[in-house]
């Protein structure tokens, strides 16, 4: 068992409550550690609405942005940093007091400027916004990495865009599949050596109503019961974007966290895992813990995954803060249990 993966929101009020609950509740087995995304950043990449929606070099068309002919699009400076050098602060009081484990690191995690584009910008504006996005953005890392010593430091790429293009749920704005990895490779490739980095492969997934990600709801109780409406059929795209992320990325992956569904409970929602080709130290984590089934749950489907893929740590299926309290509390649960399974097994 590599260990528990945390994508970076957590559903606790603020900051020191996030550290708390890592420190108390799930370590041993979390070493890459989030502050979790308390406040308007449980919005993920709506944060970002007024790089677009109120831009003056961009034109907005029934609530997309879109460029403007004649006019370059540009966009003002991106501040990931500022929160995060806040935020670290606090992590280093809970780690210095022993509230977190000595080998913590600090977990940034952001959305790639295709995230950012999709949720803001009109299809055909897509590619050239991001551009500009980009080179904001690009800014904003340089400065993570002024405030936070890469030794303390890991740095997740969000790619819930990437992988629902991949599936097929959205059309990709891009000259095909290796246009994306490319794309993602160039902001990968901004993370020092010396730091970590790694990717969170999610479908978007929220506890508390649909999104574009889950495809529209079949039926007014759907919509209401909110969540998933349409369901990847198996691991496919999950190993298409992870080895197109291999081939493209030059310095090392430390993680990759992929979503997978409670519903894949059979060999062939697993197969396509045998044909992942990441290197040796990769580390590779599939979101198999629910709420709904806990620990048991989990177990039942490792076993099939570890037929396809032998070594993997656990995670969830999307962030913690998309999890209402009790559905917290669940989780935690379940990764107790089976850390404390796998403990069972190792000393008996």
């Given amino acids: ?20 609950l890592v420190g108390t509740h799930l370590q ?20 970002q609405a007024d790089h677009f929606l109120a831009n003056p070099t961009l034109d907005v068309v029934d609530g997309r942005a879109q460029v403007r002919p004649g006019t370059p699009a540009a966009l003002r400076p991106v501040d990931y940093h500022t929160t995060a050098a806040d935020s670290y602060r606090s992590f280093l009081r809970a780690r210095d007091a022993g509230r977190l484990a000595a080998e913590s690191r600090f977990l940034v995690s ?3 400027p295709f995230n950012a584009v999709n949720s803001f910008v009109t299809f055909d504006s897509q590619v050239e916004v991001a551009a500009a996005y980009e080179d904001a953005l690009a800014e904003s890392i340089a400065a993570l990495h ?26 990709n704005p891009y000259a095909g599949q290796e246009a994306i990895f490319t794309a993602t490779a160039r902001v990968a490739d901004w993370v020092d050596e010396a730091a970590e980095l790694t990717f969170h492969l999610c479908y978007g997934d929220s506890k508390f109503g649909a999104s574009p990600f889950m495809g529209n709801p079949p039926d007014a109780a759907a919509a209401a019961r909110g969540g998933r409406h349409i369901l990847p059929r198996d691991a496919s795209a999950i ?13 090392r992956i430390d993680a990759i966290h992929a979503a997978t569904v409670a ?24 979101g198999l813990v ?45 990764w107790q249990d ?11």
């Fill in 146 to 171: 002024d405030v936070i010593p890469a030794s303390d430091l890991a740095v997740q790429w969000d790619l819930p865009t990437e992988l629902a293009t991949i599936e097929g749920w959205f059309p």
């Fill in 110 to 112: 952001i959305p790639t």
């Fill in 239 to 251: 190993v298409t974007l992870a080895n197109g992320l291999s081939r493209h990325v030059t310095r």
């Fill in 1 to 20: 068992m590599t260990g528990f993966y945390l994508t970076g929101s957590i559903n606790v009020p603020d900051v020191d409550a996030a550290f708390d």
């Fill in 338 to 348: 089976l850390r404390d399974s796998e403990l069972a097994t190792v000393t008996a």
């Fill in 290 to 334: 629910h709420a709904e089934d806990g620990a048991d749950g989990a177990t039942r489907r490792a076993r099939i995954a570890a037929e396809f893929l032998p070594h993997f740590g656990y995670g969830t299926e999307c962030g913690l803060g998309r999890h209402s309290v009790a559905q917290l509390s669940a989780v935690v649960r379940a």
């Fill in 28 to 47: 041993p087995g979390v070493r890459r550690i989030p502050d979790g995304e308390p406040g308007d950043r449980a919005n993920w990449v709506l944060t």
């Fill in 263 to 286: 519903s894949w409970t059979r060999r062939a929602h697993w197969q396509p895992l045998g044909d992942l080709a990441l290197e040796d130290t990769t580390e590779f984590y599939l």
